[in-house]
């Protein structure tokens, strides 16, 4: 038993990382014995779970239903062995999280301190990064993410919500007016790329009628950072989160766009693998969170 669940652990390891070298540098074993733990696993099971070439790892069919059948067990057997051995009232062990740079900086970094002081024997290692893909491929325990969240296969706990604002540069403005929603139809766009339309957006005013716009794209990021960036150099509009660019607001760096109109509210979700067992090391962060930071 505990030979099998070593190699469905490599195996796991392996699609999850799309490496051998990575896979074994995670479970800290040789990439020969990652290897011949797959290859031992295949041999037990009288079928092929991976095809492997000079660039990239695949799983075939017999794989792929393998893979979906274990990597809940075996997440569940690593929780369980972590709530045990830690104990159900303490909290300790390797954290890893994420969220975007702006964010984090300006309100999860901060509180990291008062989170230390709370659980001293939690070791604590932090990520940027805007997509949802590092949860698993980068084994991360939660992270923080910004905007609506399509349906995935994680749980969510929401922790907030914030505005977000259309706004240029005076300079900007006054080579391309914008006076009505349809003028943002013709003008550069600086847009988030992380967004499936970050150009399309229903605007409404105070009486709950909607208007439609559709930009261009002229220029995209995946930053907020970059997006401010290039949006203070009069290179287009752009939506940001108010959080963002209060400051420029107010000192005239730039304007916001149509003041009469708000935008759709956006979530501030914290994200986390769908099991059963939760570590007692996530559930404290998420309720740290939540204490700290939900509206």
């Not at 905007?147 to 540069?169: E, H």
């Not at 002229?218 to 400051?247: K, Q």
């Amino acid at each position: 038993m505990h030979s099998h669940l070593n190699r469905v652990q490599t195996f796991l390891a392996v699609v999850d990382f799309g490496s051998y070298t990575k896979a074994a540098n995670y479970l800290s074993i040789s990439k020969a014995m990652a290897s011949l733990h797959v290859k031992a696993l295949e041999e037990v099971l009288s079928a092929t779970l991976l095809i492997r070439n000079t660039r990239n790892i695949s799983l075939t069919e017999i794989g792929q239903d393998f893979y979906e059948e274990f990597k809940g067990i075996v997440a569940d057997i690593d929780n369980a062995f972590d709530n045990v051995l830690k104990g159900n009232n303490r909290v300790s062990g390797k954290l890893r999280i994420s969220s975007t740079s702006e964010y984090g900086e300006k309100f999860i970094l901060p509180l990291i301190p008062l989170f230390s002081e709370r659980y001293p024997e939690i070791r604590l290692c932090y990520n940027f990064n805007s997509s949802l893909n590092d949860l698993v491929a980068e084994k991360l325990d939660l992270v923080v993410r910004l905007g609506n969240l399509a349906d995935s296969a994680f749980k969510s706990r929401k922790l907030a919500d914030y505005q977000i604002v259309l706004v240029a540069t005076p300079a900007f403005v006054e080579r391309h007016p914008v006076a009505q929603p349809q003028d943002l139809n013709g003008v550069p766009w600086i847009a988030n790329s992380n967004l499936q339309a970050p150009t399309q957006w229903v605007l409404r005013d105070d009486r709950g009628s909607t208007v439609e716009v559709n930009g261009t794209s002229h220029f995209e990021s995946n930053s907020s950072t970059a997006i401010r960036s290039m949006t203070l150099s009069s290179l287009g509009v752009s939506v940001l989160p108010g959080w963002v660019v209060e400051d420029d607001i107010v000192s005239g760096r730039l304007v916001r766009l149509l003041p009469a109109y708000t935008l759709p509210s956006q979530s501030i979700n914290v994200v986390f693998p769908n099991t059963a067992h939760l570590p007692h090391k996530s559930r404290a962060f998420i309720d740290f969170l939540l204490l700290h930071l939900a509206q």
